[in-house]
């Protein structure tokens, strides 16, 4: 009944800016912690930034000062505003949440994920 749905990936020259959304959409009660990861193909999914239901952030070394995550609880949306991106940006990047469904437990859910590719 929870799904998440990442959007706004595409190709960027180095220097540029996108901003990913990941909307939770289906019966919710609440939406918990929202975070983004990143995956190159032949490489290990790897943490970017995680935002709490109390707006408390962090980030991994590599993107902060760069990376802005964000969240709008009316929509059930994580935003992540990429800033002067890199080629070692280029990832598919996805969407992870811990929800709350009504009726039922706590869980964690993945996005299907968003390709972000940035040329050298």
């Known amino acids: 009944q929870v799904q998440l749905v990442e959007s706004g990936g595409g190709s960027v020259q180095p220097g540029g800016s996108l901003t990913l959304s990941c909307a939770a959409s289906g019966s919710i009660f609440s939406v918990n912690a929202m975070a983004w990861y990143r995956q190159a193909p032949g490489n290990e999914r790897e943490f970017v930034a995680r935002?709490?239901?109390?707006?408390?952030?962090n980030y991994a070394d590599s993107v902060k000062g760069r990376f802005t995550i964000s969240r709008d609880n009316a929509k059930n949306t994580a935003y992540l505003r990429m800033n002067s991106l890199k080629p070692e940006d280029t990832a598919v990047y996805y969407c992870?949440?811990?929800?709350?469904?009504?009726?039922?437990?706590?869980?964690?859910?993945w996005g299907t994920g968003t390709l972000v590719t940035v040329p050298s």
């Open positions: 992870n949440a811990d929800v709350m469904p009504r009726h039922f437990i706590t869980m964690n859910y």
């Open positions: 935002i709490t239901s109390g707006d408390s952030t």
